[in-house]
C-alpha cells in the first residue's frame, strides 16, 4: 500500500506521545517519578506537565493523518492492494482506540482529585 | 507507483514524535536527578503534636516565615520546593528576615528518607524540616485554611503559605496566613490562588517591604 510507512509513522508517534501524556498526567498521583527520574527529573517532568493539552492535541492531530493517509484515495492502481490496505486500517484503528484511552486516562487524576 | 520516499518520510515522522517523548523522559533522569546532599537534613518529627513547629514559629516571630506543605516524592511539590528555592530565597538579599518551615506529609508514599534529596530543592540550610507521618497537620491545616471542593474538605498539601512577622500561633490551630498559593486541583482559583513563583516571590518581598517599614 502507496501510505503504509506514513500511516504506520504517524499512529506510532501518536501511541509515543500519548504515552508521554499519560506520564505528564500521572506524574503528581504516583511517586513512579521520582523513583524513575530522581528529584530533579521529577521537578522537569512537573516544570513541563503543562504542555500535556499540546501533546494530546498533537497524538489527535498524528491520528488524523493516519487516518488520512490510509482512506484517502489511491493514486494509482500499484496503491490498491485492497487486503493491505485492511490490514493497515485496522492497525490505525486499533492504535486509535489505544491513544484515545491512554489519553482519557492522562487527564483522569485531575478529574478524580 | 510506489514512492520511494516513503518509508525514509514515515521514519522522520515516527522519529520526531518518538525523539520528543525520549529526550524529555530520558533527559530529566541525567546525573543532576540522584540526590547531592552532602549533610544530612534533620527534619523533626511531628507526630500528633504540632509543639515542635508551633514552638520554632513562635521563638521567629519578628521575621517573614514561609510555611510549605509538601509531600516529599509528589514531583509538582517537588516543582513548588524548587521555584521556592530559584525563584523566591535565591533571589532575597543577604540578611533577609525571613525564616522556612517544610512539612513533610506522607500523601501519595514519601518516607523520611525522601526529605534531605527534596530539601536540597530549597538551596538553603536555613530552612527547618519536619516529618508528620500520621497526615494530621494536613487534615488541621485544611481545616484551619477552609480548604473545600464543594462540600468535601480537601487535604493540605502543596501548599504554599505567607506569615507576616507579627503573626503568633497561639491557639491550639496554626494561625491564618496573610497569603496561600496551591497546586491542588478542585479548590477555587479565585479564592485560592494557583502556585505561582513569581507571584509568590512577589509576596514574600512585600511582606518583608512592609515589615521593615514598620520597624
Known sequence: MQGKPTAVGATGGALGLSALALAFGLCCVSPWAVTLLGVGGAVVLARLAFIQPYVVTATIFLLGVGFWVVYRRPRTAAGCDVAQRHKVRWLVWGAAILVIMIDIASFAPRFLA | ?215
Open chain 2, 1 to 215: 507507483m510506489r514512492n520511494p520516499l516513503a518509508p525514509a518520510r514515515s521514519r522522520r515522522v515516527l522519529a520526531i514524535a518518538l525523539g520528543i517523548s525520549a529526550l524529555i523522559l530520558v533527559g530529566c533522569g541525567g546525573p543532576k536527578a540522584q540526590s547531592q546532599v552532602d549533610t544530612p537534613v534533620h527534619a523533626v518529627l511531628l507526630n500528633g503534636e504540632d509543639q515542635p513547629l508551633r514552638d520554632d514559629f513562635n521563638r521567629d516571630q519578628g521575621f517573614v516565615r514561609l510555611m510549605l506543605l509538601v509531600d516529599p516524592r509528589c514531583p509538582e511539590c517537588l516543582r513548588g520546593l524548587a521555584d521556592t528555592g530559584d525563584d523566591v530565597l535565591a533571589k532575597l538579599p543577604t540578611g533577609a528576615r525571613i525564616k522556612v518551615y517544610v512539612v513533610h506529609e506522607p500523601v501519595i508514599g514519601g518516607t523520611d528518607k525522601d526529605i534531605p534529596a527534596a530539601a536540597e530543592l530549597l538551596h538553603t540550610t536555613l530552612a527547618r524540616h519536619y516529618w508528620n507521618p500520621t497526615g494530621d497537620f494536613g487534615r488541621q491545616m485544611s481545616q484551619v485554611l477552609g480548604l473545600m471542593h464543594g462540600s468535601r474538605p480537601v487535604y493540605a498539601w502543596d501548599i504554599y503559605l505567607i506569615y507576616p512577622p507579627k503573626v503568633a500561633w497561639s491557639d491550639k490551630d496554626p494561625p491564618q496566613a496573610s497569603f496561600m498559593m496551591h497546586q491542588l486541583p478542585g479548590l477555587d482559583n479565585q479564592k485560592f490562588p494557583p502556585w505561582d513563583a513569581k507571584v509568590f516571590a512577589m509576596k514574600v518581598k512585600e511582606t518583608l517591604a512592609a515589615s521593615d517599614q514598620k520597624d
